[in-house]
């Protein structure tokens, strides 16, 4: 949301909580703050499939090991 920017500052450090990702869902955790902010994406399986591998190459070497 608006609301979620305006809590982000220069310098800021984030962790990713990628665990639900499947969901469509991400948690950012602003770790500066403290404090965490619910993310939506629109990934399709193929896309969340490269994300998860680190990347296409890495899923294709994976699928032809």
Avoid: C, P, R, W
């Avoid at 990628?18 to 969901?23: A, G, P, Q, V």
Wanted: hydrophobic share 30%.
């Amino acid at each position: 949301s608006k609301e979620d920017y305006d809590k982000i500052d220069a310098g800021d450090q984030f962790e990713i909580d990628l665990s639900t990702i499947k969901t469509g869902k991400v948690s950012l955790k602003n770790k500066t703050k403290n404090m965490d902010i619910e993310l939506a994406h629109s990934l399709s399986q193929q896309g969340l499939e490269e994300l998860m591998a680190g990347g296409k190459l890495t899923l294709i070497k994976q699928k032809h090991a």
